[in-house]
């Protein structure tokens, strides 16, 4: 639980702010303290950035998950908050030693490499993408990858993708696998390319009811 002293300050700082007894529910049941160090950093509570901190440091021995140190990285690092980017990053790191499977690392590439969020790095986000290719071995994995790598909003690597999704081609154990791949390919999100993907429906109809591709 935080220091009473801490608790009394905030008390006494936002005595007259409606969001009062909210705010000391919270933190005396040591829930939402990542949130309410964000909301002090705003204008609407004094820009408060020393009680932010303090809460901040505290959220940091509360982190379990790599979730966890994601949330607290996107708040430390928010341009519009508290904006240390450094600690965000420091926070990045531990989130990503946190994650242990593949589909948690490509989610925070993912977050990572999303322009309109407050933790971007682009750089960060790449070197994410490369150790989750890494680690992929089926279709699903890599073309999942692939349609990240496509996304307007993230890294827009649309070459890179088309690479990714070779790849996700040559590992396809199915027609059905493959027909997906097509899908993915035929997307106007995706790489829209209509083409490919109709060359790859017709391999997949040359073998729709065997087993596996050759």
Not at 73 to 96: C, H, I, Q, Y
Not at 113 to 120: E, G, M, Q, R, V
Not at 140 to 151: D, G, H, R, V
Request: charged letters at 35%; a negative charge; glycine letters at 2%.
């Amino acid at each position: 639980m935080l220091d009473s002293e801490v608790l009394e300050e905030i008390n006494s700082t936002y005595m007259e702010n409606e969001k009062l007894p909210e705010i000391m529910k919270d933190l005396n049941h040591d829930v939402n303290i990542t949130y309410w160090a964000g909301k002090f950093c705003t204008e609407q509570y004094y820009e408060n950035t020393d009680l932010a901190e303090i809460l901040f440091e505290y959220a940091v021995n509360k982190c379990e998950t790599w979730r966890d140190y994601k949330e607290l990285a996107f708040a430390v690092g928010n341009s519009n908050g508290f904006d240390d980017k450094e600690w965000a990053r420091e926070l990045m790191d531990k989130a990503t030693q946190k994650v242990e499977i593949l589909r948690d690392l490509r989610s925070l590439a993912d977050a990572i490499a999303t322009k309109n969020l407050s933790f971007y790095d682009r750089g960060y986000a790449t070197e994410l993408y490369k150790e989750a290719l890494e680690k992929s071995t089926i279709a699903y994995e890599f073309y999942c990858i692939a349609e990240s790598l496509c996304n307007k909003d993230m890294l827009d690597d649309k070459d890179w993708a088309m690479d990714v999704y070779q790849k996700a081609v040559e590992c396809a154990a199915d027609s059905d696998e493959l027909t997906y791949i097509a899908d993915s390919i035929a997307d106007e999100d995706n790489l829209a390319d209509e083409q490919w993907a109709e060359e790859l429906y017709k391999i997949a109809e040359e073998f729709e009811g065997t087993k596996e591709l050759d």
